[in-house]
Nanobody, 123 residues
């Protein structure tokens, strides 16, 4: 079992930055991902990172603005979000899947999800 708890969301002006955190407990040797869901839209992939090598992959919409990282000692995954845009407004979820060396952008591949944290970017 894996438990995920996100934090760090909030209200920020366009062009600003936020750092989301996801605390991982239970079994921790999982690859991790961040997803977002805006009202009326499907959940979308944002970024993912493998467990051991730290390989990363990003959605085109966030490349160059967002950075995913992990601290395997603190069992925490981060999403640094810079140059935020109003269209980034959504609930952000962290998720985990057990294929620790694989890169997946499909949310169906992820077994565990956090409760989500709201990010609102004002124009």
């Amino acid at each position: 079992q894996v438990q995920l708890v996100e934090s760090g969301g909030g209200l920020v002006q366009a062009g600003g930055s936020l750092r989301l955190s996801c605390a991982v407990s239970g079994r921790t040797r999982y690859a991790m991902g961040w997803f977002c869901q805006a009202p009326g839209k499907e959940r979308e992939f944002v970024a993912t990172i493998t467990w051991s090598s730290g390989n990363t992959y990003y959605a085109d919409s966030v490349k160059g603005r967002f950075t995913i990282s992990r601290d395997n000692v603190q069992n925490t995954v981060y999403l640094q979000m810079n140059s935020l845009k109003p269209e980034d407004t959504a609930v952000y979820y962290c998720a985990a899947h057990p294929y620790s060396g694989h890169i997946y952008s499909d949310p169906a591949k992820y077994n565990y999800w956090g409760q989500g944290t709201q990010v609102t970017v004002s124009s």
